[in-house]
């Protein structure tokens, strides 16, 4: 896995848009902690402690694993970042010590995994963290492929004076590039997944669907949803 999340994209990550404001942040912090309970949360791709920190305020104990140094280091250089521990590697295979009863990535993170085999292996490792009564969730998009013309590569997702967001689509590969033009371009690759093969690959370790929603506010999902936020468990948990 490489780090696409060096100095150079740190040093504005939290300045990214809306994703930043609490009408974004308190419902997701809302939902993990209902589902974490008196439990400990482990946060796969954990950055610079955008959900984290404030589900921390509310009690609950956060590990955190991320490939980038330079995010974790904003991470921890804020006020209550500090006493968040974490470690740094691959969330696809890095293991710590303890299980969770709450594992989750948010905002399309596992794509970041730009191979199927990562993303089972993904599933795999939090399946081996979890507590015997233990929730995944994940948030992540679905991919706009409706918009694609017959021979087309590119979807525009934002376009405004400062910020020209572009989607690059490998429909063959299910593979996906963000070019994000500001002062300079950053391209970053992702794989899309759908939540059908997301559900096989829980699966496989061993976890089962326990509710699907269109946002954190368990608004339906339906088939206009524009994204998912799915929680697994093991069966007969």
Not at 50 to 55: G, Q, W
Not at 95 to 119: E, H, K, P, S
Not at 199 to 207: N, S, Y
Request: charge should be negative; glycine fraction near 8%.
């Amino acid at each position: 896995m490489d780090d696409y999340f060096g100095e150079d994209v740190a040093a504005s990550y939290d300045d990214d848009g809306p994703m930043f404001t609490g009408e974004f942040v308190t419902p997701t912090v809302d939902f993990l902690a209902e589902l974490a309970g008196d439990g400990a949360a482990l946060e796969l791709g954990i950055g610079t402690g955008r959900v984290a920190i404030p589900l921390a305020r509310r009690g609950v104990p956060v590990h955190g694993i991320d490939l980038s140094e330079a995010m974790v280091a904003r991470l921890r250089a804020k006020p209550d970042g500090a006493g968040i521990s974490t470690t740094i590697g691959d969330f696809a295979t890095t293991r710590v010590d303890g299980t969770f009863r709450l594992a989750y990535l948010v905002f399309n993170t596992i794509m970041n995994l730009t191979t199927q085999d990562a993303q089972v292996a993904c599933f795999e490792n939090v399946s081996r963290h979890l507590e015997r009564v233990g929730y995944f969730v994940i948030e992540v998009m679905i991919p706009d492929l409706r918009r694609l013309p017959p021979g087309e590569r590119y979807v525009p997702f934002e376009v405004n004076a400062t910020h020209v967001g572009i989607d690059e689509y490998d429909v063959a590969n299910q593979g996906l590039i963000s070019h994000h033009y500001t002062t300079r371009l950053n391209s970053v690759p992702f794989r899309y997944v759908w939540p059908a093969e997301l559900d096989l690959m829980a699966r496989i370790a061993g976890l089962t669907l326990h509710e699907r929603w269109g946002d954190w506010d368990r608004s339906p999902f339906t088939r206009e949803s524009r994204k998912h936020v799915s929680v697994w468990h093991r069966p007969g948990s």
